[in-house]
């Protein structure tokens, strides 16, 4: 019998090619928007922080393209798009 694989095991086998630039950027002065505090839970890959003074950042390392971000903050607070041709996630496990 075969075992059930967890969630990071899985996503332990994806590889991740960084582009030129971050693909995903918080625009400037939306680092404290309550949409963005959301995230630091939500995303799925936990590429969102805050400091001391609740500012959220952010780091594309590891992302998962999913999109999740996107609809949650919408084009207020994110400059959103896909990686360079070539670059972002390489899934391995479907
Ligand atoms: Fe996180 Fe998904 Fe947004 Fe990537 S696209 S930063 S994995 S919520």
Redesign the pocket.
């Known amino acids: 019998m075969t075992e059930a694989m967890d969630l990071k095991a899985k996503l332990g086998l994806d590889v991740f090619k960084p582009g030129s630039e971050a693909h995903?950027k918080i625009k400037t002065g939306r680092e404290k928007d309550p949409s963005l505090q959301k995230?630091v839970r939500?995303?799925?890959?936990g590429?969102?922080s805050k400091n001391e003074q609740e500012e959220v950042s952010?780091t594309?390392d590891g992302?998962?393209?999913?999109?999740?971000?996107?609809l949650v903050c919408g084009n207020d607070n994110l400059e959103w798009a896909y990686p360079e041709g070539g670059c972002g996630i390489q899934l391995r496990f479907g």
């Open positions: 995903i995230m939500i995303c799925p890959a590429l969102y952010l594309v992302c998962l393209e999913c999109g999740t971000c996107r």
